[in-house]
Structure formats: C-alpha cells, structure tokens
C-alpha cells in the first residue's frame, strides 16, 4: 500500500522556521522524483520545490527561492522541506508528491499557518 505521510506543520510566526517532513512506503521510493506542493484557501495549487530521484537537482518557485529547501534521504525514505523567513502568504496545506514516469502519488497534506 503507498504512503506519503507529512508532518512538521503547525503555527509559527512571521520571519520563523518550520521543517516538514515526508516519509514514504509502498513503492520504490528512491527511483522517484519528489515535490512539495501547497494549496491555500482560494488560490490554486502550488508547486514550491521539486528534487530528482537521487537528489542532484532542485528546482524552487520564485516565490520560495532562497528560503525553501528541500532535500531527501533516501535510507529513510523521507524527504524534507526547510522553510525559512516565512511570511503569511506561505500560509497553505502542503502536500508531498512522488513521480516517475506515469505513476503519481500524493499525501494527505500538512498545514502551516504564519501568523501573530
């Protein structure tokens, strides 16, 4: 059964941290390309980082470029999402996202609110 678990979501205040978190299982989890995606009230979803299957590569949304990164592990089948100086127009559910080829899987979503 696939899984893509978030977590590290939560209320911080502008100019804070947080870091989530996205284990996986079910399907190879290292072969796949990953991306974190966010969705606030009201607007569409957002693509915010993206990272190959072994890692090499990321690519970042203009919005977060600079204080988003995201990286993986793949001993742990985890990959992960650094946030830093947020504001609260981050504020939103993000999603993890597994690729390769034309197999697409989900998460259930973590929110994150910034505010004060």
């Known amino acids: 059964q696939v899984q893509l678990v978030e977590s590290g979501g939560g209320l911080v205040q502008p100019g804070g941290s947080l870091r989530l978190s996205c284990v996986a299982s079910?399907?190879?989890?290292?072969?796949?390309?990953m991306s974190w995606y966010r969705q606030a009230p009201g607007k569409e979803r957002e693509k915010v980082a993206y990272i190959t299957s072994v890692g090499d590569v990321t690519i970042y949304a203009d919005s977060v470029k600079g204080r988003f990164t995201i990286s993986r592990d793949n001993a742990k089948n985890t990959v992960y999402l650094q946030m830093n100086t947020l504001n609260p127009e981050d504020t939103a559910v993000y999603y993890c996202?597994?690729?390769?080829?034309?197999?697409?899987?989900r998460g259930q979503g973590t929110q994150v609110t910034v505010s004060s």
């Open positions: 996202n597994a690729r390769r080829l034309n197999n697409v899987f």
């Open positions: 079910g399907f190879p989890f290292s072969s796949y390309a």
